[in-house]
């Protein structure tokens, strides 16, 4: 495992493997600012790359998968996490830990093996865009077990295939959903316990179970 305990530095695997004995973390961070993780293939952790409260990091054009948490953001502020590959990790591909600001886009969360791909839990002002999940439970999860704590988050062009749930929204407040794709689900989009300002246009909706559901 690699712990890095500096400010504004660059972490470039070029592309080598960082391999566990299935505990702990692969990378981790605390309280720092402004770090890159770039290029490494992180595999058999608890965690694979965890960056835990800091801010302004940048995750990029990694690969985790078999850890039981691809990638976890624990109540860290404004990172973006671009291109990376989390995929057949037992638990989460991408997880939002609380925090916020962050933008993930552009990565894929897949299984099988998968239980999520992209988790937003108590997290709020994030936006998620540009993602692709398949053949998992959960695509992507914004879910606030006490108001407000999954507020503002925006939900744009993510392709979502071949789940039981495509996009869940659970107990959360003001949540933007467009240009979304959920098909070939079991349902396409659905919404439990909320709070109020779920507001979703121009999403792909179609050839699920059941494309729409909603308790409000």
């Not at 692969?26 to 800091?54: A, D, E, K």
């Not at 897949?110 to 865009?129: A, L, M």
């Amino acid at each position: 495992p690699i712990v890095i305990v500096a400010n504004n530095i660059t972490l470039d695997g070029n592309n080598h493997i960082i391999s566990g004995t299935g505990s702990g973390y692969g990378i981790y961070l605390y309280s720092r600012t402004g770090v890159t993780i770039r290029n490494c293939t992180v595999r058999y952790f608890v965690w694979g790359i965890c960056p835990v409260y800091g801010s302004g990091h940048i995750i990029d054009n990694n690969i985790v998968t078999l850890n039981n948490m691809g990638i976890e953001l624990s109540n860290a502020t404004g990172i973006t996490v671009t291109g990376n590959t989390a995929n057949s990790n037992p638990g989460i591909g991408i997880r939002l830990w609380g925090g916020s600001y962050h933008t993930i886009i552009n990565n894929f969360a897949n299984g099988p093996g998968q239980t999520e791909g992209i988790d937003v839990n108590k997290s709020i002002n994030n936006i998620i865009t540009g993602n692709k999940t398949s053949v998992l439970s959960y695509g992507i999860i914004v879910y606030g077990p006490f108001w407000p704590n999954a507020s503002n988050n925006i939900l744009t062009n993510n392709t979502i295939t071949s789940v039981a749930y495509g996009i869940l929204i659970q107990n959360a407040l003001a949540v933007t959903l467009t240009g979304n794709t959920s098909t070939s689900n079991r349902y396409g989009i659905y919404l439990y316990g909320n709070y109020g300002g779920i507001n979703g246009y121009h999403n792909n909706i179609y050839g699920n179970n059941l494309n729409a559901y909603s308790n409000q």
